[in-house]
Structure formats: C-alpha cells, structure tokens
C-alpha cells in the first residue's frame, strides 16, 4: 500500500477505473450516483491519475490531473487542474492526501506544465498549503457552465496555486476557458 503509481488516462485499465470510481463513491457520498458512471469532474476528464492501491487492489488514495489551457489575464498558461483528491475514511490521518498530491505536482513539472490549480472547500485549505500550494485572491475565476454561459466559480469553491514552471500567476482575472474539474 505504500507504492504511489500513475497511469496516462489513456491507459486505464477498466478495472482501475472501476475501484477509482467506488473510492470517489465512498470519499464524495453526495456524488456517489456521479462517479458510480464516470470520473471527470464537469466532463473534464483526467490526462494522469495518482493513486495509491492496498494489497487486494482497493484504491486507498486518488488524485487526477486535468491538462487545460487556460487565460490568465491576456496570458494563456498550460495547467495541471488537480481534481477529486480523495483518501479512504479508515486511512485518513496517515500522510497519503501529501503523498499523492506531492506526486502530483511531481509529474505536472515532469510534464512541463506552468502550473497547478485546484478548487477546494475553505476545510482543506491547510491540507493543501502543507503540500505548497496557495490561496488565490483578490482575483475573479471565470468558467464555463454547462449551459455554455460564462459564470463565476461556485460559491465556497476556493482557487489554490501550485508554481512550477511559473513562479507567479500573472495578474488579471482567471479564464478556465471551459467548466472547472
């Protein structure tokens, strides 16, 4: 169960996909019938997956990487947009959520991305910043809903930063250029 694994979503064997999915069920209860038929958040669907397996093949701990261009500003950035991180109930507490998320960020540069953008609940937001990555604020975030009208990013959904090939964001508001994952 210690082995931290990633797998090109091109390459998703289904019964991967599947146990990936009933964690998802498990850690979002809310979202269960959601993930019981696919992964990607809004239809973004993962480029990576980070996953951690115990010894009968049960996904233990999940993070999925969304490749996207967005706008920041005039400026367009390629980045990782970190998506359904999720940690079994009875393996909480142990290190895993920094262990994938840092494994990750790990790809993402191996990946030459510009940089990582996640969108957590105000709870998480130190589980986060332990693993570098930062609130962003002060600063509009604008998607695309499923009705193909620009919005804002839902209410208690907070922006965090990872830096990898850029150091800083650009300044302006932030175009996801598409619905958030």
């Not at 996909?17 to 979202?31: N, V």
């Not at 019938?33 to 996904?59: A, C, E, I, L, N």
């Not at 706008?71 to 950035?77: A, D, H, Q």
């Not at 790809?107 to 693993?131: I, N, P, Q, S, W």
């Amino acid at each position: 169960m210690t082995n931290i694994l990633v797998i090109d979503e091109s390459r998703m064997p289904l019964d991967l996909d599947l146990a990936i999915r009933e964690t998802l069920a498990i850690c979002f209860q809310k979202d269960a019938d959601y993930f019981s038929k696919q992964r990607g958040w809004h239809g973004s669907m993962p480029f990576y997956t980070v996953y951690m397996q115990d010894d009968d093949g049960k996904v233990v701990a999940h993070a999925s990487v969304v490749d996207r261009t967005i706008r920041v500003g005039m400026t367009p950035l390629r980045i990782a947009g970190v998506q359904n991180v999720a940690v079994l109930p009875q393996c909480r507490g142990t290190g895993m959520s920094e262990r994938i998320m840092n494994e990750a960020v790990a790809e993402a540069f191996r990946r030459v991305f510009d940089g990582g953008l996640l969108f957590c609940f105000a709870k998480l937001v130190k589980v986060y910043e332990a693993c570098g990555w930062s609130i962003v604020e002060n600063r509009r975030v604008i998607r695309i809903d499923e009705n193909g009208n620009e919005v804002a990013l839902p209410e208690g959904s907070l922006p965090m930063w990872h830096a990898l090939l850029r150091v800083d964001l650009p300044d302006g508001d932030i175009h996801l250029q598409g619905n958030d994952w």
